[in-house]
């Protein structure tokens, strides 16, 4: 059973930076790809940025394109999502998402960014 646990969410103001944690449970050159979806209040979850598996190609949601940075440490089995210049609207739940076979989530990390 493959877990996925994310951290370093919080509360943060505009303009600021958080960056989110995903720790798998297993080798994570073993995904076909991971990445980080997000849910604001009262709306669906949505692609935030993905990750293929050498790391050598990243896609990025229109709406955080040049703030926001994922990257992987396949030493730590872990991926991030670097957050800067935070907005309002990208306040929600960060959920990191992992796939090989089937999908994987994690449990979430809440992202507030105050105005």
């Known amino acids: 059973q493959v877990q996925l646990v994310e951290s370093g969410g919080g509360l943060v103001q505009a303009g600021g930076s958080l960056n989110v944690s995903c720790r798998a449970s297993?080798?994570?050159?073993?995904?076909?790809?991971m990445g980080w979806y997000r849910q604001a209040p009262g709306k669906q979850r949505e692609l935030v940025a993905l990750?293929?598996?050498?790391?050598?190609?990243?896609h990025y949601a229109d709406s955080v394109k040049g703030r926001f940075t994922i990257s992987r440490d396949i030493t730590k089995n872990t991926m991030y999502l670097q957050m800067n210049s935070l907005k309002p609207e990208d306040t929600g739940v960060y959920y990191c998402?992992?796939?090989?076979?089937?999908?994987?989530w994690g449990k979430g990390t809440p992202v507030t960014v105050s105005s």
């Open positions: 998402n992992a796939v090989i076979v089937m999908d994987y």
């Open positions: 990750i293929t598996t050498g790391g050598d190609r990243t």
């Open positions: 297993m080798i994570i050159t073993g995904f076909i790809r």
